[in-house]
């Protein structure tokens, strides 16, 4: 801002003065540079606040006409967006009406469907419960007339025993079962009526363990007298002892024998054929278990035998198997190792692995021959398990549940397949302390009990140092397996 300075300049009569001319001019007055700049910052300052307050008037009707606008359009939206919403709600309402209808609709055809199921299901259960009227009308007609022709009577009976016991003569004619109704709360030695079974209850009979014992005592007393053939050695058990026609000189090595199991009974009669020169055998059955002991007894004994076959099955599943050459496609160590491998994977009594049957385990041995040596460490009967051998059993075992795991433990097989491959907890390996368990369960039976097969006597362990406990029950004790309790 320039600001002009004004001198005022008074010019004198001419002549006046002193010197009687003109005089020089003096300014009328002089302004300090202070007072000056003071004057101008006021000025400046007036006119900026006068600038300001015209700036914010103007923003402020802006400002306001804004805010108006956007009351306004906001208003608007908020109006609009409630009718959006209210159509649909309406829209929803519809829908859901539908829904409802449609499902009333369903549920009255399935009310309508079960109503008549159960009206033909209540007439097929009337029909059936019609038979069967006539069924047991028809059996109680023909227990009538059985009872008019009944051949057990008291001159067929043995009479006059030391023990009390009635038995039947040879010839008797057993045309039915009509005995004295059977009772198992009554088992004595003084009246043999209560031991005779009816035809209705005959696998209550069997359930009585002195029932079986003595009926296969009759059974191989029966068959021994009864059976004569030229040549041939016949020999029946009889308890602990054995029955042989004609009478053999030395049967130590069959009896006494306290051996559990059926199957490896047959296995120490078979045996006792070969040691006696018999180069080829024949063994009939049903079971695997038998089928398994024959392989491992064909390796076992392959000095003394040429040929050990099985005729296995009934029906359309007979069949005979070749167990010397099983035994020898399998080799020496394969041979002696599968009534363990057999025992491990699951038996009678021994558990499986779920999910996990004998082939897939066959083609983890097959992949993994390390478990091979494990397996004869346990068919030798050991007082206890090495680390070592429960080491490699557990590698097994991961590899039994996924091949590709690279893991040697099973706690840390089930958390990596549990967490990282989202398996149910059935598709997991059992713990640890679960897999100790198993393999003295199938210790016990592999090689405690079926590796005592081919001798007479038996020395065998308790169950509870192997993987079970006592339950006692009735006169006697039951072993189940212990059980262990995951956290």
């Not at 149910?424 to 005592?452: D, F, M, N």
Request: charged share 25%.
């Amino acid at each position: 801002m320039n600001v002009q300075m004004d001198y005022e300049v008074n010019e004198g009569a001419a002549g006046g003065g002193e010197n009687g001319g003109t005089s020089s001019p003096e300014p009328a007055a002089v302004i300090e540079p202070a007072v000056q700049a003071r004057f101008d910052m006021d000025l400046f300052m007036t006119q900026f606040s006068a600038y300001l307050e015209v700036q914010m008037d103007k923003m402020s009707e802006k400002s306001s006409w804004e805010m108006k606008k956007m009351r306004e359009e906001s208003s608007g939206e908020i109006k609009r967006m409630g009718d959006r919403m209210d159509k649909m709600g309406v829209k929803i309402g519809h829908k859901m009406s539908a829904e409802v209808v449609v499902v009333r609709d369903e549920v009255k055809r399935c009310e309508i469907r079960v109503q008549r199921e159960l009206k033909e299901s209540a007439s097929k259960l009337c029909g059936g419960i019609e038979g069967l009227t006539r069924e047991v009308e028809k059996l109680m007609v023909g227990q009538q007339e059985l009872s008019e022709h009944d051949h057990f009577d008291e001159t067929q009976y043995e009479l006059g025993r030391a023990d009390n016991l009635r038995k039947l003569n040879p010839n008797a004619v057993p045309t039915k079962f009509a005995f004295t109704p059977f009772r198992i709360d009554m088992m004595d030695n003084e009246n043999l009526n209560y031991r005779q079974p009816q035809s209705g209850n005959w696998h209550s009979f069997l359930r009585v363990d002195e029932n079986k014992e003595e009926l296969f005592s009759f059974l191989s007393k029966q068959v021994t007298e009864s059976i004569d053939v030229p040549d041939k050695q016949l020999i029946a058990t009889d308890g602990e002892q054995v029955i042989a026609v004609p009478p053999c000189a030395d049967t130590a090595a069959l009896a006494p024998c306290n051996h559990e199991e059926a199957d490896t009974r047959m296995m120490l009669h078979a045996a006792a054929a070969m040691k006696s020169g018999h180069r080829r055998v024949l063994i009939r059955t049903v079971d695997t278990d038998v089928v398994v002991l024959a392989v491992w007894m064909a390796q076992e004994l392959n000095e003394v035998v040429d040929e050990l076959w099985l005729a296995l099955g009934t029906g359309k599943n007979f069949r005979y198997i070749a167990a010397h050459e099983l035994s020898a496609t399998l080799g020496p160590d394969k041979a002696k190792a599968l009534p363990i491998f057999h025992a491990i994977t699951g038996c009678d009594t021994v558990s499986s692995f779920a999910g996990h049957g004998k082939k897939t385990a066959w083609a983890v041995w097959e992949t993994f021959p390390e478990v091979t040596n494990a397996f004869l460490d346990l068919a030798s009967a050991p007082s206890e398990i090495s680390e070592d051998t429960l080491a490699t059993l557990e590698r097994y075992v991961v590899l039994l549940y996924d091949r590709t795991c690279t893991c040697s433990e099973v706690n840390l097989a089930r958390k990596k397949l549990f967490a990282k491959k989202s398996r149910s907890i059935e598709a997991i390996p059992p713990t640890q302390a679960a897999l100790v368990q198993h393999v003295k369960r199938a210790t016990y039976q592999g090689g405690h009990c079926w590796g005592q097969s081919l001798v007479p006597h038996c020395y065998l362990r308790s169950p509870c140092d192997w993987g079970t406990r006592s339950h006692r029950r009735g006169g006697g004790a039951v072993y189940v397996s212990n059980s262990i309790s995951l956290y």
